[in-house]
């Protein structure tokens, strides 16, 4: 073992240790906890930027623990991971500064950031997993882990969507686990293998083969919450915005669209894919995912479940742009990995902002808003014209690129698509938008917190700068879309590898 | 070194207990410290019985120096010392746990009504555990006789020990039961004696042929042995019997004793008998396992009280084991009998840790209906902790020993092409995430006006959590266990017998 | 038919007979008692087995085995009398209740 190989292990234990550590302390123990979350965040972070250098240069990283005799614990960068863990990485040291902000005086704090640590170490080893056991194993660790977040307020509303997200989550795990067992005594390993590892057993298992993709696709469609797989979600929002924003907005539901992206691209190797004539289905899933998420967010008033729904419909221009199957769509999809997390990110900050500043839950009480709160206001505008795909803006990119995908292809369906959502997504935003900075106030906000009265800030700094920094990488991302560090230029990256081009 | 060699480790790891089980009962002022002595002593006999087999190979031992077939063999392989090494270990953990549960004898005039328990506590679960070893290392029909009903006087004494009127009914019925699965497998050893006239295990593989008496015998055996390992339909005396003991007790019966009759089956039939079992009795326990897990599961999900809940969920999960026998016969090979095999190891851990953290509820709350509990978590974190750690392992979910092996145990079945234990596998994890879960329910409710003040003692709590770490550290590093099993013992094929006593 | 074959069935129908009588009797007496004629039927077969011996002298490993057999059963009948005992309150001599 080099050092390299000791750094996807590294990386994995930046969290894991300090979630472990966390769970022992008492809640008296506040700077402890808070210094040992953002001592982990920073190594972690500074870890990732060390591993996207290497993996830049060339370099490769593994890390393998024997588990069974012909079964590895695989960790493993490559370029694709590295996309999923920087993503995840960044958004974690803010929401880890969202967080302590966010739960001030509340109960169970401990026992909070601990799962909240091993969610991310479940995230971070779904991104970098080098087998699809490996990622099956991660994969279910991460249903365990944010169980206990969504739950954490112990409400009987809370406990019900627990329930729920539980029913969805492990019959969604037990395909998956049914799937890759099935698919193991098949093809042995099923180490990721850019271009693909199925395409020999084409011959003799074709029919094995397609069944066993529709089951991974339903397995892990659960998670990216593909319809008619999405009930969980919008319930899951009882958690702490905080969950909310990390977990629902990034890193459950990614996981799900980051396993598709696997299985499609590094299992079955996407010209074995399309030759099986799997990957239609898929994209009709997910257009119809697409346009049924946008129609329930236009009907929501309560603001965390109108973005609830629209994450249901954005995630899954990550499965569509996989399975359009064309370079130019595979770039549209993959940095909508990053772009969507971004800007969906600042919105839930916002919105959890918006009540734990005043106590603002639902969509009709936000009028005036925008003079009360500017700052806050500006990042959800941001985030929210990013969705809807107004350029320079990050979702403009992730459009442009699936539109131009689907054209090459000779797909206009997919056009069509994308425009009616756009047309949705201007539909169910710009109302929010008009009425935030437009409208009058009127009356009291619905509970205003007062121990905030006197700061010159709007409400609480840690609460204030992470949407504030999002939103900014939300303008940035988009703005420099073309330099090779941006998330698009390392999209293109991995897409020649994936193609072999 | 060579002292190391030549000890008889295994009749000593069968004395100790033993002796240790006269000195409890003549000193019952030190009997728990006495317990842990001869406890930590014989596991450094098993700890250093497992180093001669890697240095040697499976030990052989002759009691009092006869050979077979008159004298009495002892036989240790990897199947062996690995079981005596769970007995040790999770036995440790259990006394370790009894000394705070147990009040002292000096205390007796406080009136509780566990002091009648605790005096004779110490040196009947000595004696049990004697009476573990010795069916564990005996290779010889009759001396198995032997050892199980001394298993089953113990076991049976223990299960009564808290006298009140539900446990001696449970423990009354258990006698029964037992002394029914006794007889039965020694009149199946008379006929064979009869036919073959040896009584070693080695002996008579190699003279057992095909045939009408064979085949009684053989189902004679079984059905004595499924009987004390409850199988379904022979599950109804386990539920009250676990029940109703007190805490260690039931951890004891639930994590080793049932474990002991499904070891002589695994032996017995796999290792004695191949030649003479068929598709029909092999798919016969098969399919009563697969029943078992099923009615199991539904039942341990309606429950009201915890510990019934625990209980039900043993007869699932013993029924998860009997699917070795279709899987094995099909070809399964190690990854079958293994996969069985870990099975019951990690379930002996997850069930011990489970039994003794349902016995610190119990001990704060006063009862152990599970609708009243709301609110446990806040009080006892760690025990929580414990009983979700161990759950996991239950549900067979990544990372656990239940996981690796429910995984060899539906690999096998994939490979053998048999698609309804496939389903029986994937659909008893589901179930059992129903009762899991509602196990767990009260974790995360907030504290309600009941309040649970009894003081309990930390080492009890952390002797729960410890069982449920190895449970967990099983999935962990599966190589060196999986290892020792298969490198002493085949029981793959036709090519078994060899490797049998 | 031999005479060791009668033995032998003898013994199976004992056995037989017990289990019956011990799975319907309601009795807990009753059914101790079943179970002491279960073994007894078992002894029954291993000692009928002893006769069969090639040599034409009987084998002592089954006499070995019912005498450790009688032991095991007497113990087995005494914990079961034991726990009857403790079910019936004020039956023990010297009883606390």
């Known amino acids: 073992m080099n050092e390299n190989s000791w750094m996807p292990l590294f990386i994995l234990l930046s969290s894991l240790v300090p979630g472990l550590i966390i769970f022992t302390l008492s809640e008296k123990q506040r700077a402890l906890r808070t210094t040992l979350n953002m001592a982990g965040a920073t190594i972690k972070l500074l870890l990732i930027g060390v591993l996207i250098w290497g993996v830049l240069n060339g370099n490769v990283y593994e890390t393998r623990i024997p588990l069974l005799p012909d079964m590895y614990l695989e960790l493993h960068a490559d370029a694709l991971s590295v996309l999923f863990a920087g993503l995840s990485t960044v958004l974690w040291f803010l929401t880890t500064i969202y967080a302590i902000g966010y739960l001030e005086g509340s109960s169970n704090r401990s026992r909070f950031f601990g799962f909240f640590s091993l969610c991310v170490t479940a995230t971070i080893g779904i991104s970098m997993a080098g087998n699809m056991i490996t990622f099956l194993m991660f994969y279910e660790l991460l249903t365990l882990t944010t169980y206990p977040l969504v739950v954490h307020r112990g409400t009987s509303q809370a406990l019900r969507a627990g329930n729920i997200y539980l029913a969805f989550t492990v019959s969604g795990g037990a395909l998956l686990l049914l799937a890759v067992a099935w698919l193991r005594t098949i093809a042995g390993p099923l180490h990721f293998t850019e271009t693909g590892l199925l395409s020999v057993y084409g011959q003799d298992y074709r029919i094995e083969l397609i069944t066993i993709f529709a089951m991974m696709i339903i397995g892990l469609g659960v998670k990216a919450a593909l319809v008619p797989l999405h009930a969980w979600l919008p319930k899951a929002m009882v958690a702490p915005a905080p969950v909310s924003a990390l977990l629902h907005a990034v890193a459950v539901v990614k996981a799900g669209a980051f396993g598709i992206v696997r299985v499609v691209y590094d299992v079955y190797g996407v010209n074995f894919a399309l030759e099986l004539g799997v990957l239609y289905p898929l994209a009709l899933m997910a257009a119809l995912t697409i346009i049924y998420g946008s129609l329930q967010a236009l009907v929501q008033n309560d603001l965390k479940r109108l973005l609830a729904y629209s994450t249901v419909s954005q995630v899954s221009y990550i499965a569509l742009g996989t399975a359009i199957a064309g370079p130019v769509a595979t770039i549209g999809g993959l940095v909508h990995l990053v772009h969507q997390g971004l800007m969906k990110i600042t919105l839930f900050f916002c919105a959890g902002n918006f009540a734990e500043t005043l106590g603002i839950h639902k969509v009709s009480e936000m009028n005036g808003l925008g003079r009360r709160m500017p700052w806050t206001m500006a990042a959800f505008s941001l985030g929210a014209l990013g969705m809807i795909g107004v350029p320079p803006l990050a979702g403009f990119i992730s459009k442009w690129y699936l539109g131009s995908g689907a054209m090459v292809n000779g797909q206009l369906w997919v056009v069509v698509v994308l425009v009616l959502s756009t047309v949705l997504n201007a539909a169910y935003f710009l109302p929010v938008l008009y009425r935030a900075w437009f409208l009058p106030q009127e009356g009291p906000w619905p509970e205003e917190h007062s121990q905030l009265h006197g700061s010159r800030l709007e409400t609480h700094w840690m609460l204030l700068i992470p949407p504030l920094v999002t939103a900014a990488l939300t303008l940035g991302v988009g703005l420099f879309a073309n330099s090779s560090i941006s998330p698009l230029g390392w999209v293109r990256l991995i897409t020649f590898r994936e193609y072999g081009l | 070194m060579s002292l190391i060699l030549t000890v008889p480790w295994m009749a000593w790891s069968i004395l100790l207990p033993l002796g240790g089980a006269v000195a409890t009962f003549l000193s019952r002022r030190y009997a728990s410290r006495l317990t842990l002595l001869f406890g930590m002593a014989t596991a450094v006999c098993v700890g250093a019985l497992g180093w001669q087999l890697a240095l040697k190979g499976p030990q052989r031992h002759h009691i009092g120096g006869w050979q077979v077939p008159v004298g009495i063999d002892l036989y240790a392989d990897g199947l062996a010392v690995l079981m005596l090494a769970v007995t040790a270990l999770v036995g440790l953990l259990i006394s370790f746990y009894a000394t705070a549960y147990f009040p002292k004898a000096g205390q007796e005039e406080t009136g509780d009504q566990n002091v009648a328990s605790s005096v004779y506590f110490w040196p009947l679960w000595l004696f049990l555990w004697g009476a573990l070893n010795a069916l564990f290392l005996s290779a010889d029909l009759f001396n198995i006789y032997v050892t199980l009903e001394l298993l089953g006087l113990s076991a049976v004494a223990l299960s009564g020990l808290s006298g009140k009127a539900e446990a001696l009914s449970a423990a009354m019925r258990y006698l029964f039961v037992s002394m029914i699965g006794s007889l039965s497998y020694l009149l199946g050893v008379a006929l064979l004696y009869n036919m073959y006239g040896v009584l070693d295990l080695g002996l008579l593989a190699s003279e057992v042929r095909p045939g009408p008496t064979s085949q009684a015998a053989l189902a004679l055996i079984t059905v004595g042995l499924a009987l004390k390992t409850a199988l379904f339909p022979f599950h109804f005396w386990l539920p009250p019997a676990h029940a109703n003991a007190p805490a260690p007790v039931s951890a004891l019966l639930s994590a080793l004793v049932v474990k002991a009759s499904f070891y002589l089956l695994l032996r017995l039939w796999l290792g004695v008998f191949p030649t003479v079992i068929n598709t029909t009795a092999v798919d016969l326990l098969g399919f009563l396992g697969a029943l078992a897990i099923i009615w199991g599961s539904i039942q341990a999900f309606r429950q009201r009280r915890l510990k019934l809940l625990v209980a039900y969920s043993t007869v699932a999960q013993l029924g998860y084991l009997f699917l070795v026998f279709p899987l094995v016969l099909r070809g399964g090979d190690f990854t079958a009998w293994g996969g069985s095999a870990y099975l019951a190891v990690s379930h002996a851990f997850a069930k011990a840790s489970i039994f003794l953290a349902s016995g610190i509820i119990m001990h704060v709350a006063g009862h152990d209906r599970i609708d009243e509990l709301a609110g446990i978590g806040q009080r006892l974190p760690v025990t929580m902790f414990a009983l979700a750690l161990a759950g996991v392992s239950l549900l067979g979910l990544p990372p656990s020993g239940g996981f690796i092996a429910k995984w060899m145990l539906l690999n096998a079945a994939l490979i053998t092409g048999q698609w309804w234990l496939v389903a029986v596998i994937i659909l008893g994890g589901l179930l059992a995430a129903g009762y899991v879960f509602r196990m767990l329910a009260h974790s995360f409710t907030p504290a309600t006006w009941i309040s649970f003040e009894q003081p309990v003692a930390r080492r009890m709590e952390w002797s729960a959590f410890a069982l449920a770490a190895v449970a967990i550290a099983l999935g962990l590093v599966a190589e060196p266990p999986l290892t020792l099993l298969q490198s002493s013992t085949s029981f793959a094929g036709p090519g078994l017998r060899e490797m049998i006593p | ?97």
């Open chain 3, 1 to 97: 038919m031999s005479n060791a074959h009668l033995y032998m069935l003898g013994g199976v129908c004992l056995f037989t007979l017990g289990t019956y009588a011990l799975l319907t009797k309601t009795q807990l007496l009753r059914k101790i008692l079943a179970a002491n004629v279960m073994g007894s039927g078992v002894f029954l077969v291993l000692i009928a087995g002893a006769y069969r011996s090639p040599s034409g002298l009987p084998d002592p490993v089954p006499h070995a085995m019912v005498l450790t057999g009688i032991v095991v059963a007497i113990s087995m009948t005494a914990l079961a009398l034991v726990l009857l005992g403790r079910m019936v309150p004020g039956s023990r001599k010297g009883d606390k209740e």
